[in-house]
């Protein structure tokens, strides 16, 4: 099983990241708050994050190196975007292009990782 879980460690950390955090999320909204379809888009970051670790325990050349500074530079830009066009201010809710973005990004970036790991990148 350890095997398995090291050979495949490149999807299983994205995957657990957002099943913990959809997790966190139900538990840590009051029960007068309902959960909303929002909340279950809204893994951007947080695959970005995984897939980020997933590089950086795997980095084998300074192309490697180069891709963890071009991910913290591409979040940052997602995060100023986010911040200015995703949110109502006057609802203080998050618009749906609010976490669409960030989705798009972290499966962009993961997909960049699995390439880097799987040496179609060098």
């Known amino acids: 099983m350890g095997e398995f ?11 657990i990241t957002i099943v913990l955090t959809i997790v966190m999320k139900i538990a840590a909204k009051p029960d007068s708050i309902t959960i909303t379809y929002k909340d279950w888009l809204d ?11 997933c590089l950086i325990a795997a980095v084998k050349n300074d192309t490697g190196v180069w ?17 200015r066009t995703g949110w109502d201010r006057t609802q203080r809710e ?6 669409i973005i960030p989705d798009i990004m972290g499966v962009f970036i993961l997909a960049i990782v699995m390439l880097y790991n799987g040496g179609v990148i060098k």
């Open 43 to 53: 893994f951007g970051f947080d695959i970005s994050i995984s897939a980020i670790i």
């Open 94 to 99: 998050k618009k749906l292009i609010g976490i």
């Open 5 to 15: 879980i090291k050979s495949q460690n490149i999807w299983i950390t994205p995957a």
């Open 67 to 83: 891709l963890i500074v071009l991910s913290f530079f591409l979040m940052i830009l997602i995060t100023v975007i986010v911040n």
